[in-house]
Nanobody, 121 residues
Framework: QVQLVESGGGLVQPGGSLRLSCAAS????????MGWYRRSPGNQRELIANIITSGPTIYADSVKGRFTIFRDSAKNTVYLQMNSLKPEDTADYYC???????????????WGRGTLVTVSP
């Protein structure tokens, strides 16, 4: 069974920084993509950043230049470095990964439980 576990959320002042981590565990054969989504009250879940195995990244316009996604493939971990945080970045942040697991092999999308980021004075 594959699991994703996020960490690193919390309370930060506007202009501050946080780093989120998401570690994948289980009978993993390969990880195809890893990414971060967020959902704030009253809004739908939106893609913030995504990274594929070969390295290319995608960012939402709202976070370009402020957030950076990167992976440690040896640790099956993806990070989201968030700088210059704004109150509108307040949301639950979810890790997502498309993983091929064993036996099978079987490919599916997996989600973490989420970690709350609050940006407030």
């Amino acid at each position: 069974q594959v699991q994703l576990v996020e960490s690193g959320g919390g309370l930060v002042q506007p202009g501050g920084s946080l780093r989120l981590s998401c570690a994948a565990s289980g009978r993993i054969f390969s990880i195809n993509t890893m990414g971060w989504y967020r959902r704030s009250p009253g809004n739908q879940r939106e893609l913030i950043a995504n990274i594929i195995t070969s390295g290319p990244t995608i960012y939402a316009d709202s976070v370009k230049g402020r957030f950076t996604i990167f992976r440690d493939s040896a640790k099956n971990t993806v990070y989201l470095q968030m700088n210059s945080l704004k109150p509108e970045d307040t949301a639950d942040y979810y890790c997502n990964a498309r993983i091929t697991s064993l036996p099978g092999p079987y490919t599916a999308d997996y989600w973490g439980r989420g970690t709350l980021v609050t940006v407030s004075p």
